[in-house]
C-alpha cells in the first residue's frame, strides 16, 4: 500500500490504483508541454486508459505530449481539440466536440489556468481573466459535458490550491470594479475558492450522480505555470504575505512547499482513480489526503450565489436551486 503524504508521486498512484484507469475515457483542459496535466497524462499512460481527449489553446504545446504518451503506450486512443477558456463561443464548440466524440467521460479533470497576472484583463465575454480561465470557462463545459459524465457515474477532478486563502469570491463585484480595484493576487485566490465552491455545488446538484472532487497540486518548482505568469520571488512574497494577514486565529499562515511535478500530480490522480474517495466526496484533496478549508471555502450560500452569478455571465440556466 501506497503511502499517502507530500511526498508521493504520481507514478506511485498509477502504480497502486492505476487497475481503475482500465478501458476509461479522460477529458483533461490544459495539458500542455512542461505543465502538471501533461505529467499527469503521461504517467496515467502506464494503465491502461481507452481514450484521452487534451484540451488546449495551442496544439503545437500539445503535440509533444501526445507523441510522448504515445511512445509509452500506443493503444490509447488521443483526441486533440481545441479551447479557448477566455472565450465562451470556443468553449461551447469544445463541449460540442467532446460529445461527438465520446460516448461517456470517465473523469474529467479541469486543470487548465493562470497565475497572478499582473495587468487587469478581461476574457472576450468582458469577465476577468483569473475568474473566466480558472473558474467560469470550466463551469461552463462541466455542465454542458455533464450528461455523459453521469452516464459513466463519473468524476470531476477540479484544480485548486492553498491560494483560495487568498480570497473569497465576490459575486458583487466579479471585475473588480471595473479593474479600477485590481488585485493579481485577490483574483487568483477568489478563482481558486470559485473552483472549491463549484465542486461542492455540483455534489449538491448531483448527488449520487457522479463523484466531485477538488485538488490542491502544491507548488511545482519545475512547472511552467509561475513562469509563464512572470511570478518572480518578491511577487511570491508579496502573495504569501496577503494570505498570512487573511487567516483567522489559531491558523498558520500558508507557506508555499515547493514540490517535484511528479509530487504535484499525485494528489490529482489519486482523486481520479481512487474509488474509496467516493463515500468522502465532495472533499478537498492536498498532498494526497482528505485536508479541511477555511468555511468561505464550503458555505453553500455562496455556492449558491456563485452558481447563479456564472449562469448570468455564460447565459444559460443549468438548474441549481
Avoid at 108 to 120: E, M, P, S, T
Avoid at 245 to 251: A, D, I, L, N, T
Wanted: hydrophobic fraction near 45%; proline fraction near 5%.
Amino acid at each position: 500500500m501506497v503511502e499517502l503524504n507530500l511526498n508521493t508521486t504520481g507514478e506511485q498512484i498509477v502504480a497502486e490504483y492505476g487497475a481503475h484507469a482500465d478501458g476509461k475515457t479522460f477529458v483533461v483542459t490544459g495539458p500542455s508541454a512542461g505543465g502538471l496535466g501533461a505529467e499527469l497524462l503521461i504517467t496515467l499512460a502506464a494503465a491502461k486508459p481507452a481514450h484521452f481527449v487534451l484540451l488546449g489553446r495551442t496544439e503545437s504545446k500539445i503535440t509533444p505530449v501526445i507523441e510522448r504518451i504515445r511512445a509509452i503506450n500506443p493503444d490509447i486512443k488521443l483526441t486533440f481539440l481545441h479551447l479557448d477558456l477566455l472565450d465562451n463561443s470556443s468553449v461551447r464548440k469544445a463541449a460540442a466536440d467532446i460529445n461527438a466524440a465520446v460516448d461517456t467521460i470517465d473523469v474529467l479533470i479541469n486543470n487548465a489556468g493562470v497565475a497572478a497576472k499582473k495587468q487587469f484583463s478581461l476574457s472576450k465575454d468582458g469577465i476577468e481573466a483569473h475568474f473566466a480561465t480558472n473558474y467560469l470557462g470550466h463551469f461552463l463545459m462541466t455542465n454542458l459535458l455533464v450528461d455523459k459524465i453521469v452516464k459513466s457515474n463519473g468524476i470531476v477532478v477540479n484544480v485548486s490550491s492553498t491560494a483560495y486563502t487568498l480570497a473569497e469570491t465576490n459575486t458583487d463585484d466579479p471585475n473588480f470594479n471595473d479593474g479600477k480595484d485590481y488585485h493579481p493576487w485577490v483574483a487568483y485566490g477568489r478563482s481558486k475558492t470559485a473552483n472549491i465552491l463549484f465542486t461542492y455545488a455540483l455534489a449538491e446538484k448531483y448527488r449520487g450522480d457522479l463523484v466531485s472532487l477538488v485538488a490542491d497540486p502544491g507548488m511545482a518548482h519545475d512547472s511552467q505555470l509561475l513562469v509563464n505568469n512572470a511570478v518572480d520571488d518578491a511577487f511570491l512574497a508579496d502573495g504569501i504575505k496577503l494570505a498570512g494577514e487573511r487567516m483567522p486565529p489559531g491558523h498558520p499562515p500558508p507557506m508555499p512547499t515547493l514540490v517535484s511535478m511528479q509530487q504535484a500530480i499525485a494528489t490529482g490522480l489519486r482523486a481520479a482513480l481512487d474509488p474509496e474517495l467516493k463515500a468522502s466526496a465532495p472533499a478537498f484533496l492536498k498532498e494526497c489526503n482528505i485536508a479541511s478549508t477555511l468555511p468561505y471555502a464550503h458555505d453553500k450560500a455562496e455556492a449558491l450565489k456563485l452558481w447563479h452569478l456564472s449562469e448570468k455571465l455564460v447565459r444559460e440556466r443549468f438548474g441549481l436551486k
